[in-house]
């Protein structure tokens, strides 16, 4: 197995308490490491600690006990800006992101930053902007874009710093199917050249049809850590985390006494087991 990008050991966390109020633990004793290549989701109920533990990963939060490894380096004293070299966060809200006045200007900040310049700084804003199909926009203020357009603006900012690891706060709230499958099919190649990219979301249907792992936390601990079709056939550890299976997958599940495999997913793999059963019964 290729060394990790990341490593997260025993990693705990608490946010102080209000008014005299004990602090609240958020994170318990997690440990996960993230592989080049992998499509990784993060899901779990609202308050699972789900943003909590990716915000470790570019330290923006240190642990309480524990370290985590990005690459050789420990997050504990490594300050935000290097370790933005090699962890890009995509927040939820992509205005969040978005304070300059080009879609060129704000995918050349990072790089800036960083100490790029010159022919350098031009060729990777270059790049970059057409790897993300934004080259047409370059002038343009991301205020004046559509959300899907500046979702991909957001992203392209990150991706300019070079960092292997992408995490997304949900990054598909607003888009309609085909931006979101535009979306999904840029994060495909990425994994394909070798990134990780890290999903924090809802939308399990999204998760089925796309992570090839997915980890489920409950509480600040993880409670899963597998394919997203081996998780939606555990009905007792869903319901346990309140978590919901895609339909697909409930159907099914339900379907199991009717001859239906487990591990279906997604709509593509029922429609196979559909067809196959119909074909053995003819």
């Known amino acids: 197995m290729s060394e990790s990008l990341v490593r997260v050991e025993s990693v705990s966390f608490a946010y102080p308490g209000d008014a005299g109020e004990p602090p609240r633990t958020v994170l318990g004793d997690v440990s996960l490491a993230i592989q080049p290549g992998e499509f990784v989701a993060l899901i779990g109920q609202n308050g699972s600690g789900k943003t909590t533990l990716a915000k470790h990963l570019n330290g923006l939060l240190k642990p309480a006990s524990g370290r985590v490894l990005v690459g050789n380096i ?4 490594a300050p935000v800006g290097e370790l933005a070299r090699q962890i890009g966060y995509v927040f939820q809200n992509p205005d969040h992101q978005l304070f300059l006045s080009s879609v060129s200007a704000e995918v050349a900040w990072g790089p800036q930053q960083l100490g790029m310049v010159g022919d350098a700084l031009e060729t990777r804003v270059r790049e970059t902007l057409e790897r993300f199909g934004l080259t047409i926009w370059a002038d343009h203020h991301p205020i004046m874009l559509g959300r899907g357009l ?4 957001a992203l392209a900012a990150v991706f300019a710093m070079g960092p292997r690891v992408l995490v997304l706060d949900e990054p598909t709230g607003g888009l309609d199917r085909r931006l979101t499958a535009e979306l999904m099919a840029i994060l495909h190649r990425l994994t394909d050249e070798g990134h990780a990219v890290i999903l924090i979301t809802h939308e399990m ?4 049809e796309h992570a090839n792992r997915v980890i489920a936390l409950r509480g600040g601990s993880v409670v899963a850590d597998c394919a997203p079709s081996t998780l939606f056939d555990r009905v007792d550890l869903l319901a346990d985390a309140g978590i919901e299976a895609p339909a697909v997958a409930r159907l099914a599940h339900a379907l199991c006494s009717h001859g239906m495999q487990q591990g279906i997913s997604t709509t593509e793999s029922f429609c196979d087991e559909y067809v196959r059963l119909r074909e053995g019964r003819r």
């Open 74 to 77: 420990d997050t504990t004293n």
């Open 205 to 208: 249907a999204l998760v089925a």
């Open 150 to 153: 500046r979702r991909l603006t």
